[in-house]
């Protein structure tokens, strides 16, 4: 998700009884509600167990307001830091690269299905994920040998 989108996220968008989260998408993507992971729900239930229950936003800020982008970029490159991440990708956008990368090419998932799962309108926005990487070229040529 880009940063935004996480700070727009208010608890009543999660569903933890199905497992689900409604995604309201910025700059034109198609938003949705997603099916999490057991890690996700495990790490939301974590949190929300110290976060309370009361009505408002998913991760608030300490005003009150959802989490703002600046902060969520401060937090990242801590973090970043901390994994002994390279400087040029501790930022939240390259968070949604590696998903989509990571989805293509290490999960088997099709173009239209990682498509869907990053909300995007246009495939071509997709299709920058989709190199194919050593690891795949690898598999494929295994799957021809055999053929």
């Known amino acids: 998700m880009r940063a935004s989108e996480v700070g727009a996220l208010n608890l009543d968008d999660y569903r933890p009884a199905a497992q689900r989260l409604f995604v309201r998408r910025k700059k034109g993507s198609i938003s949705g509600e997603y099916r999490l992971t057991k890690n996700e729900v495990g790490a939301l239930n974590a949190w929300l167990a110290e976060r309370g229950s009361d009505p408002g936003p998913l991760f608030p800020s300490n005003r009150g307001t959802g989490i703002n982008r600046r902060t969520l970029d401060v937090l ?5 830091a901390q994994a002994a991440l390279p ?5 939240m956008h390259c968070l949604k690269h590696s998903c989509g990368t990571h989805l293509l090419s290490g999960r088997g ?3 239209a299905e990682v498509q869907d799962h990053l909300g ?4 071509r926005n997709t299709m920058i994920y989709s190199k194919i990487t050593n690891r795949r070229r690898d598999e494929v040529g295994e799957r021809l040998r055999n053929w």
């Open 76 to 80: 990242m490159k801590r973090y970043g």
């Open 87 to 91: 400087l040029d990708k501790r930022h």
């Open 109 to 111: 998932l099709d173009v």
């Open 120 to 123: 995007h309108v246009d495939i």
